[in-house]
């Protein structure tokens, strides 16, 4: 699963990664949460979790344009999808991600897969280890966070769907009467990175972003191929470090939060790449 990741990067270095023609990171739409997000939707965020809003790259004709040519734009939207025929946004909470084995199947990801498919940039993802030796005090096995992102430094976009929800109760006209959500797709871990988890966000090689992006691509055959083409990877495109347990708290953010924790203060954790346990 992907629970948890880091947006480090300003809006003005995302329009230059992604090659994003619009900025509509200005252009707000409904929150799902009760107090102001900190840090504010759009700047960089080391902690990002479901419920708050995040910059999502995705292809769509600009608001008030009628008939005008889709482009690539940047906008802000809320971690956990809500489809368009729930009765309320709460359902967001529980749809945080989605499996590329059945998302084309479950009625709440279908049609989104089919026709709004998007970028989810981050810098890296947080996942917890359990470890096969050290347990807590309750006597549950001990959980090491670790830190995950692209070998090379390369830009890091996961394939996300993103969907419209409308408050049946507030204008029309109303922007923020609008839950624009997103999901984050993932898949099996690839080799070594299944020593921390069975699962991993879907990420999408920058080959493959303009089909993935693209409105008009709505085949289930088509999407489908996209799909398989992006699992289909080996090992050695992440690197992954165990860091402090600080990042469990959404109320801590920084980039502390990505530094390694040093091998001597590890406590049975499995090592990615040898398999060896350290400090068990």
Known sequence: MC???????HPDELVEFYEVEVDATD???GSVLKSPQDPPAGEPDYNMAPSKQAPIVLTRVPRGEGDGIPVRQLRLLTWGLVP???KGPSVGARMTNARVETVLEKPAYAKAAAARRCLVPITGWYEWQASPVATTRAGKPRKQPFFITRSDGAPLALAGLYEFWKDPAAPTEDPLSWIVSYT?????AEPG????HDRQPLVL???AWTDWLDPGLTSSDRVQDLLGAATDHGPGRFEAWP???AVGSTRNNGPQLLEPVPTE??????????GEVIGG
């Open 3 to 9: 629970g948890r990741y880091a947006a480090s990067a």
């Open 27 to 29: 252009e707000r739409s």
């Open 84 to 86: 368009s025929w729930a």
């Open 184 to 188: 984050v797709l993932t898949r099996a």
């Open 193 to 196: 990175l299944d020593r921390i």
């Open 205 to 207: 090689e920058p080959d």
């Open 243 to 245: 860091i402090g347990q």
């Open 265 to 274: 203060e590890l406590e049975g954790v499995v090592d990615p790449v040898t």
